[in-house]
């Protein structure tokens, strides 16, 4: 008879692992919810055994057996949610910060800190990425590419190729297989914060390093900021040092609220998904939007261009709120050239595929209903397209303007 403890566990379904990991101890423990340790620092009579720890650390960006003598260098708490992410992106580790771009820069600066400086990026990507990877603040220097492009693009010095599928806001995709290939050696980043690993896993094509801003669907509940980078044991404890160093921690506190929030990310995102799509056919069939952007991974944001002013939509909704961000429970809606990609130049934005008539909606866990009359009311005051006609073999055509 076999061993019992040389049998492999059956692999857990992610709904499961979304409630479970990170929390494997808790029965031990003698508690249900995670402990929550707000403590800044832990104490030790043992001060030679400190300094050996703080070399360990240093030396190697391992996480501490033990206490972690100071929050800077870990936390408890935070680290029940390195671990279910990890689990659910697939990754060996996690490492968790203060927010999106604080993840990001910390991915940024180890590169550099090994001379590789050079990132070559696919467009659109979040407004503030774009802006971090082009301002040079960091001393990074990019090249934007399309896909097909990215091979070319590649020097002795890249140290990373990013791409963010769905992008924010086109929700434009990029197939990740294909680009893999492109990058050869160098790390391929992909932003996963639209799609979440309930609907896409990157690492399982090829990426190196996923990126989430933890703010949005993984808390859940627009109450929590942070970042989280998903990656294997090595690069993983580079950025460790990195945040170490540079205390783009994410609050305790903030990691319970994520760790939580994880639990019921996939019944979220299937649910809001699920309405999404609906209102993406529903305002696709409508004469007074331009064009409707919803992408094949499926996913809880619609994004849309409408003929007249976008400003009076944002300023009609009443159900919906109006205001930047996404992955809530309730449903947002922003206009991007306005705000998540103001701070990228106008030719950027636009040759990017952001117009100025674009409209993104978060779809959260409202009605479907209640969610498509509040928007077909703001909608009201849009002109409509031009008035269909039969053309034959070649379908519906435009042919004039009708509206105001
Ligand atoms: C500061 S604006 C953006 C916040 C968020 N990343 C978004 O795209 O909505």
Redesign the pocket.
């Known amino acids: 008879m076999e061993n019992a403890a040389s049998v492999t566990p059956a692999p857990r379904a992610l709904a499961t692992e979304a409630v479970h990991a990170g929390r494997e101890d808790l029965a031990r423990l003698g508690v249900h919810a995670p402990p929550l340790d707000l403590s800044t620092t832990y104490p030790s009579y043992d001060a030679a055994g400190e300094a050996a720890r703080i070399d360990g650390f240093a030396a190697t960006g391992a996480r501490l057996e033990g206490p972690p003598v100071y929050a800077r260098l870990d936390n408890p708490t935070t680290a029940r949610f390195e671990t279910a992410l990890a689990r659910l992106e697939g990754a060996e580790s996690a490492v968790a910060f203060a927010s ?1 771009m604080a993840a990001l820069t910390a991915v940024l600066l180890v590169r550099a800190s090994m001379g590789l400086r050079h990132v070559v990026a696919v467009r659109p990507l ?3 990425s774009d802006h971090l990877l082009g301002a040079g603040l960091l001393g990074t220097e990019v090249t934007w590419t399309d896909p097909a492009g990215i091979a070319e693009a590649i020097r002795p010095d890249t140290g990373l190729v990013m791409v963010e599928t769905p992008a ?2 086109t929700l434009a995709e990029v197939d990740l297989r294909a680009v893999r290939h492109a990058c050869g050696s160098v790390p391929l980043l992909v932003d996963n914060t639209f799609a979440t690993p309930v609907l896409q896993r990157p690492l399982e094509d090829g990426a190196r390093i996923v990126l989430h ?1 933890a ?2 669907y993984l808390g859940g509940h627009g109450d929590v900021m942070g970042g989280v980078v998903a990656c294997d044991e090595e690069f993983a404890r580079k950025l460790r040092q990195v945040r170490f160093a540079t205390g783009g921690v994410l609050h305790p506190m903030a990691g319970y609220l994520l760790l939580r929030g994880l639990s019921t990310l996939p019944v979220r995102v299937r649910a809001a998904s699920a309405t999404a799509a609906d209102l993406a056919r529903r305002l696709g069939a409508d004469p007074r939007i331009a064009r409707v952007h919803y992408p094949s991974v499926g996913g809880a944001m619609v994004s849309f261009e409408v003929y007249g002013d976008p400003h009076s939509v944002i300023a009609a909704v009443r159900l919906i709120t109006p205001a ?3 992955g809530s429970v309730d449903s947002l809606i ?1 206009h991007p050239a306005s ?2 990609h103001r701070i990228v130049a106008e030719g950027d934005r636009r040759s990017a595929g952001v117009s100025d008539r674009l409209l993104r909606m978060s779809v959260g866990l409202e009605d479907v209903e209640d969610l498509w009359r509040d928007l077909t009311e703001a909608l009201s005051a849009q002109p409509v397209r031009a008035q269909a006609v039969r053309t034959g073999s070649e379908g519906v055509r435009e042919s004039r303007r009708v509206g105001r």
Do not use: R
Request: aromatic letters at 6%.
């Open positions: 999106g979040y407004g503030c924010n806001p801003s703010t949005k930047v961000s996404l922003q705000i998540s």
